[in-house]
C-alpha cells in the first residue's frame, strides 16, 4: 500500500449555501509534492484551509498522517507547517522576534528557540533584515519570513498556500530554490497555485481544481500527453514548396495553416523524428523558411481543461 | 487520555503560551509609542476641558468639580483605552496571522487573552499618567492606601472587563474601520450617560433611571467614594457583580468566535 501521508476522501464545503468544494479526492504521498492548481475562486485556499485544521469540512474525511484532522485536529498541528496566501507575521515585531515568538509557542524552550530563528533567519537570507520591525520588508522578504515561521518546528508536513502570488520574478526564484531544498529534506508538500509553470517546475503531481472539483490529476507530462503531443512548425514562403510539403506530410495528422503558410506534424519529440521532417524536406528539395517545436504547456492544458467543464 | 497528568500540562501550556502572548502585546506598546501617548494624551485634554471650560459651570454639592471629575474620566479612559484590544484582536484577524495562529498547538483563548493583558498594562500607564495630572491640576482625594488598593482593583477590573468586550467586537467586526465605530457607540453613551462627569440628578427623569442605574456608573460612584467619600452605597458591590460577571461570560464568548473566525 502506498504511504499517504495527506488525504482528502470525497470532502464538501459550502458557505452560505454556495458550494465551494464539491467532493474532493485528494491523496499527496510521503516525500513528495502535490500542486493543487487553478484560477481565483477554484477552492484552493479553502482545500489548505481544511487540511491545516483551520476550517471543518461539512463531509468527507482528512487524514493527516493517518489522523484524522477533524476529530483530532491537535495532533495534526504538531505536524504540519502553513504559510497562508497573506505573510502571516506580526509587523510590529522583528524579524527575529516574530520567529522566536513561534518558536516558543511550538514549545521548543527559549534557547532552543533563539538559535533556530538565527537559523532560519541564514537559511532565508533573512540575517541583515533580522532586528528591523516587519513592517519595513520588502515582499519578498516577508513571504521568506512567513514561510521560515512555518517551518520553526520543523514539520513534515507542509502546506504552501500561493507562495509566489505578486512576488516579483527574482524573488520568486528565492521562493522556488526553498522549496525544492525542503523537498530534498524530505518533506510533504501540499502546494497551491495558479501558475502552471510553478506548478510544473516544483510538483511531482499535479491536480487541477476548478470550481471546487477535480478536474485532472497526474504528473505535468500525464497532463500535457492528454492535450496532444509536441508539434514541429515549418513555414514555407514558396506556393510550390508549400503544396509540395502538404502533400509529404498528408498522412500524418498535420494542420495547415494557408494565411500563415504554416504546416503543423505532430511528433513524439525526438530529435531523431524533428530530423526526419527535415530529411524528407531536403530529400523532396523543399526550402522552408523557417521551423519551430512545440512542446505542449500546461497553460494549453489548463485551457483544454477549463473549457470543456 | 484524560489523565490529570496530562491535564495539568495543557493547563501550564496554555499559561505559558497566554504569558508569551502577553509579552507580544507588551513589546507592542514599546513599538508603537504614538498609541499611547494618543490614548494617555485625549484624556488628559478631556481633563483640562471639563475642569477649566465646563466644570466652572456643574454644580456638583459638596466637592470641588475636579475632585468629583477624576473617578469620572479615570473610567471614561478605561473604557476608551480597552477599546484598543478590538483593534488589535481586528487587526490580527484580518492580517492572516489568526490563520498562523490556529494552525498552532495552542489554546485559542491565549491569543485573545494575549490582547487583553497586554492592553490592561497600556491602560494602566495611561491612567497613572493621568492621575499625576490630576494632581498638577488640584485634585486632593482624601483616599488612604487601602482605599487606592481598591481604586486600582477596581479599575483594573473594569478595564479587563471592557477589553474582553471590546475583543468580541473585534471579532465580530467585518473591518477594523468598523471595529472604531463600534466601540464608539457602544463607549459613548455609557460613559456619558453616567454620573462621569454630572450629577445624576440634574438629568431628566428617563436618561436618569438608565444612568443611575448602569455598570458604569456604579464603578464611578464606587471610586468617587473612595477618593473623596461620597455615599458608597451598594456600588462597591454591585461594581464587583456586574464586571465580573461581564468577564464571566465575555470570556468563553470571545474564546468560541476566536476559534470559530476564519479569515476571508
Known sequence: MADSVIELRNIKKSYDKVAVLEGINLTVERGTMLALLGPNGAGKTTTVKILSTLLKPDSGEVLVNGTNAVQDPNTVRHMIGLTGQYAAVDELLSGRENLIMMGRLYHLGKEKSVARAQELLEQFELTDAADRAVKTYSGGMRRRLDLAASLVATPPIIFLDEPTTGLDPRSRLTMWKIIQDLMKNGATILLTTQYLEEADQLADYIAVLDKGTIIAHGTADELKSKVGKERTEIVIEKNANFDNAKKLFDDAGIKINEEERSISIPTDGSVRAVKSILDKLTNANIEIDSMSVHKPTLDDVFLELTHHS | ?264
Open chain 2, 1 to 264: 487520555m484524560n489523565t490529570s497528568s496530562s491535564f495539568t500540562n495543557r493547563t501550564s501550556n496554555t499559561l505559558t503560551d497566554t504569558w508569551i502572548l502577553i509579552a507580544r502585546s507588551i513589546k507592542h506598546i514599546t513599538k508603537n509609542p504614538d498609541q499611547l501617548l494618543g490614548l494617555t494624551i485625549q484624556p488628559i485634554m478631556f481633563m483640562l476641558l471639563f475642569r477649566y471650560v465646563f466644570g466652572g459651570a456643574i454644580n456638583t454639592g459638596g466637592s470641588t468639580y475636579v475632585n468629583f471629575l477624576v473617578a469620572g474620566i479615570l473610567i471614561q479612559m478605561a473604557a476608551f483605552g480597552a477599546l484598543t484590544t478590538s483593534l488589535s484582536v481586528a487587526t490580527d484577524v484580518r492580517r492572516g496571522i489568526v490563520d498562523r495562529f490556529k494552525s498552532l498547538p495552542i489554546a485559542s483563548f491565549a491569543v485573545v487573552a494575549g490582547h487583553v493583558v497586554g492592553d490592561l498594562v497600556r491602560n494602566t500607564i495611561s491612567a497613572v499618567v493621568m492621575i499625576v495630572v490630576a494632581f498638577l491640576v488640584g485634585f486632593r482625594p482624601n483616599a488612604g492606601v487601602a482605599d487606592w488598593l481598591s481604586i486600582v482593583g477596581l479599575l483594573l477590573l473594569f478595564t479587563f472587563a471592557m477589553s474582553w468586550i471590546a475583543a468580541i467586537m473585534g471579532l465580530l467586526a467585518k473591518s477594523v474601520e468598523a471595529v472604531q465605530w463600534m466601540g464608539f457607540f457602544v463607549v459613548f453613551p455609557l460613559t456619558f450617560a453616567s454620573a462621569a462627569f454630572v450629577p445624576t440628578s440634574s438629568m431628566p427623569t428617563g436618561l436618569r433611571i438608565f444612568a443611575e442605574n448602569q455598570p458604569v456608573t456604579h464603578v464611578i460612584e464606587a471610586m468617587r467614594s473612595l477618593m473623596i467619600g461620597t455615599p458608597m452605597g451598594n456600588h462597591m458591590s454591585m461594581s464587583v457583580i456586574w464586571f465580573t460577571a461581564i468577564i464571566i461570560v465575555a470570556v468563553p464568548i470571545a474564546a468560541k468566535l476566536f476559534r470559530r473566525h476564519v479569515s476571508k
